[in-house]
């Protein structure tokens, strides 16, 4: 996204805090975070997440309310386990599901639940409790904002360029852990999606593609840097020496050494 697009949906949310004194955030089809304002979270659900057990409860909370609001394609209130309102509403172009809108942790009782710990029920009693009528305000002006042309226009410009964050993510990550699995969690896509983007933009395997752009930083290092060519291989990820070796040497056709001393490949 764009930051002047960035900062214009930015001043979007605030104008909407700024009416109805509620929490709103913009999601992609993926369930990724875009922009939101005021914060990412509360302080009662920041010291809330980082107990295991309620950061594990949270995320199922979230995964439910997105599952529900995607099935019936339509606004969708739920209460989290923590006793909190989420509202969702989904983003459509051309009858195709885009996002989402939503705005949430608003405190839905008095009190807190008994799931949540003794020692955070005052920053839950510090949470903001809206009446309903308010919160069917909101809820109206999000059905408003997610037929927006402008909003669509914006999340279908981030969902288009899948394939320039991928291979970006992979750029600046060829050191660490590149399989599907590791992709598949970072970009919040089954393998299947995965699969279909690798063979849309990149017309290679998603192991193909990745084992040629840390081959081609290999190639950079041993031209670039005095390193030892194990200390290559294992900072292109291919900490295997002889496996990246043979690899190498099929990509090239000469080996890591023999291109250090100036044969070309």
Known sequence: MREYDLNKMQQLLHDFY??????????DSRENELCYYPEKLTPFCRCLREDKAQDKACRLSDKNAFLTCRRTRRQTVLECHAGLLECFSPIFCEGKLIGYIAIGQIRSKPHAPE???????????????????????????????????YLKALVETYESRIDTRI???????????????ALCRAFYLSRAELYGIFRTYFHAS????????????????????????????????????????????RAFGVTPTALRKGVQA
């Open 167 to 181: 291979s970006e993510y992979i750029e600046e990550h060829l050191e660490g852990d590149l399989s599907v699995t």
């Open 206 to 249: 998603v192991a193909d593609f990745v084992r040629g752009r840390r081959l081609e930083r290999a190639k950079v290092l041993l031209k670039t840097t005095p390193l030892l060519v194990k200390e290559i291989a294992v900072q292109c990820g291919i900490p295997d020496y002889n496996y990246f070796s043979k690899q190498f040497r």
């Open 18 to 27: 700024d009416l109805t004194g509620i929490k709103i955030c913009i999601y």
């Open 115 to 149: 799931s949540v710990p003794e020692e955070l029920r005052p920053l839950y009693e510090a949470l903001p409790s809206i009446p309903m009528r308010k919160i069917d305000a909101a809820m109206h002006i999000l059905d408003a904002c997610a037929g927006y042309e």
